[in-house]
C-alpha cells in the first residue's frame, strides 16, 4: 500500500483477496509495502504485472528493451493498436496501463538491455525478481544476480502450448544453474518467434508464478512450491517433477565457492536476438533523437521521445535513447554495424 493511501480503501479494493485465509489483512498489507521487478514486459511479463498489480502488490519495476510491434497484440495483454502504432517502448505501453487499472500502484519502468553492467541495479530494492524474458542467457543472468542479492524469483517460459515454472528461493533447493550446467547455444530452443504460441498457455504459466509470488511476498514460504511444474495445453499432458535432489554444493552460482560466471563476463557489443532475424548494437554514445529524425527525414517511420526507426532496403533500424540500436532483417553483426554507421555516422 502507498503510504499516502488511506488504510480504509484496502479491505474494499481487496477484499476477496483478504477473505482468503492465507492471505487476509496481514497478507493484504505485506504486498502493499512489496516491491517486485518484472524482468521483460512480453506476454508473461504483462500477465504476470498485472496481476500483481490488481492484487495489490504496492511496488513494480518493469524492465524491457523493445518497443510493442502489431505481432505481440495477439498474448501481449497490456498492449493496445495504437501502442503499436505510437512504437512505444513496452514498459512505458505497461506502465501507462497499469495505472489506468491501479491508481495506486508505484511503477519504476525502465528502457534498458538487461546485461551484466545492469541487472544488479535493477535488483537493488525488490523483495522478489518475476521472470518475463524470453532466452536462456538473460535467465541465467538473473539467476546469478538474485543468488548474489540472496532475492528470490520465479522462473517461467512458454512457446506453442507448452509453458513451465519453478521458483528458486536464495539457499533453498536448485538454482537454474545447477538444473541447467551450460547455456543452451543460440537458436537451439524453440522461441515464440520461430514455433509460434497460443495465448492460453502464456495466461497459465504466469497464473502459476504469480502464486508463487504471492506466497513468497506474504511470507508463506513453507508453502512454496519445489516442483518444476509443466504442460503442454494442446495435448493435455502436465507434469510435476521434484527438483529437490538437483541441488549442486559445486554449483558456480549458489555453491560454496560462487563465480558468478556471467556476471563476472564482459558485456558484449552486439547481441543476436534469437529467431527474430536482428541484431542489437550497443553504441555507447547517448543519441540526440531529434538530430537523427531531422537527418533522416523521409527514411523514418517511426519516431518520439524514446526511439527513432527508420528503413535502408530489407533492413530496419530502431535506435533507442539509451544508445542501442536494434537492426532488424539480418542475423550478421557486421551488416548491422555497416547499416548504423551508414546512417548514424
Ligand atoms: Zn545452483
Known amino acids: 500500500m502507498p ?3 488511506p488504510d480504509a480503501r484496502i479491505p474494499e479494493r481487496y477484499s476477496r483477496q483478504i477473505r482468503f485465509a492465507p492471505i487476509g489483512p496481514e ?3 505485506s504486498l502493499a509495502r512489496s516491491r517486485v521487478l518484472v524482468l521483460g514486459c512480453g506476454a508473461l511479463g504483462c500477465a504476470i ?3 500483481l498489480a490488481r492484487a495489490g502488490v504496492g511496488t ?7 518497443f510493442v510491434e502489431v505481432s505481440n497484440l495477439q498474448r501481449q495483454s497490456l498492449f493496445s493498436e495504437d501502442d503499436a502504432a505510437r512504437s512505444l517502448p513496452k514498459s512505458v505501453a505497461a506502465a501507462s496501463r497499469l495505472r489506468a487499472i491501479v491508481r495506486d500502484v ?13 541487472i544488479s541495479g535493477l535488483i537493488a530494492g525488490c523483495d522478489l525478481a518475476m521472470d518475463g524474458t524470453d532466452n536462456f542467457r538473460t535467465r541465467h543472468l538473473l539467476n546469478e544476480a538474485c543468488a548474489r542479492a540472496r532475492v528470490p524469483w520465479v522462473y517461467g517460459a512458454c512457446v506453442g502450448a507448452y509453458g513451465c515454472s519453478l521458483a528458486i528461493l536464495p539457499g533453498d533447493g536448485p538454482c537454474l544453474r545447477c538444473i ?3 547455456l543452451p547455444a543460440a537458436g537451439d530452443s524453440p522461441t515464440c518467434d520461430t514455433a ?3 495465448p492460453p498457455i502464456v495466461q497459465v504459466v504466469a497464473g502459476w508464478q504469480v502464486a508463487e ?3 513468497i511476498l506474504v511470507g508463506a514460504s513453507a508453502q512454496v512450491r519445489r516442483d518444476l511444474w509443466t504442460t503442454d495445453l494442446w495435448s493435455g499432458s502436465f507434469q510435476r517433477l521434484d527438483m529437490a535432489r538437483w541441488r549442486d554444493p559445486r554449483c558456480a552460482v549458489c555453491g560454496t565457492t560462487p563465480t558468478y560466471p556471467l556476471l563476472s563476463a564482459p558485456v558484449d557489443r552486439s547481441t543476436v536476438l534469437c529467431g527474430r532475424d536482428a541484431i542489437q548494437l550497443r553504441r555507447g554514445a547517448m543519441p540526440d533523437l531529434v538530430a537523427i529524425t531531422n537527418r533522416l527525414a523521409t527514411r523514418v517511420e517511426a519516431a518520439n521521445e524514446y526511439l527513432v526507426r527508420w528503413s535502408d532496403g530489407p533492413l530496419r533500424a530502431t535506435c533507442f535513447k539509451d544508445g542501442r540500436v536494434i537492426v532488424q532483417g539480418t542475423a550478421d553483426p557486421a551488416v548491422a554495424r555497416t547499416m548504423c554507421d551508414r546512417w548514424l555516422g
Request: charged share 40%; glycine share 6%; aromatic share 0%.
Open 106 to 118: 508505484r511503477i519504476d519502468e525502465h528502457i534498458v538491455d538487461v546485461d551484466a553492467s545492469t
Open 27 to 29: 497478507g493484504q498489507r
Open 60 to 66: 513494480l519495476r518493469l524492465v524491457d528493451r523493445d
Open 49 to 51: 504485472a498485472e496481476q
Open 196 to 198: 509460434g504460441i497460443i
Open 180 to 182: 541447467q550446467d551450460e
Open 3 to 5: 503510504a499516502d493511501a
Open 213 to 215: 509470488a504471492l506466497k
